[in-house]
Nanobody, 124 residues
Framework: VQLQASGGGLVQTGGSLRLSCAAS????????MGWFRQAPGKEREFVAT????????YYTDSVKGRFTISRDNRRNTVYLQMNSLKPEDTAVYYC??????????????????WGQGTQVTVSS
């Protein structure tokens, strides 16, 4: 499956962005879909995921209540709605697909397919 992430940009603190991850060669409904981010000089970290079964969602603590992950099966696209953005959210955001077990949902190594990344910059 090929993933194409888009929607990043420059936004002020408190602003919003919606990231999209369009899939081809496979369906988003067949995979657990995740968003990860990587800031300069840091490891790629988990942000959010939506499970293949049941559509359960999980978030890293720092984005709970501000970010929402969703899946549109008709458009074969996964979204990350980001509100109340903070400078510390600045990073390259990547979407990923895989079939991780429950205990590995936050593990980037458990995802097999990755998009190219989209830059999100939040100015203070």
């Amino acid at each position: 499956v090929q993933l194409q992430a888009s929607g990043g940009g420059l936004v002020q603190t408190g602003g919003s962005l919606r990231l999209s991850c369009a899939a081809s060669g496979g369906t988003v409904s067949s995979y657990t879909m995740g968003w990860f981010r990587q800031a300069p000089g840091k490891e790629r970290e988990f942000v959010a995921t939506i499970r293949v079964s049941g559509g359960y969602t999980y978030y890293t603590d720092s984005v709970k209540g501000r970010f929402t992950i969703s899946r549109d099966n008709r458009r074969n696209t996964v979204y990350l709605q980001m509100n109340s953005l903070k400078p510390e959210d600045t990073a390259v955001y990547y979407c990923a697909a895989g079939r991780p077990i429950l205990s590995s949902l936050r593990d980037k190594n458990a995802y097999n397919y990755w998009g190219q990344g989209t830059q999100v910059t939040v100015s203070s």
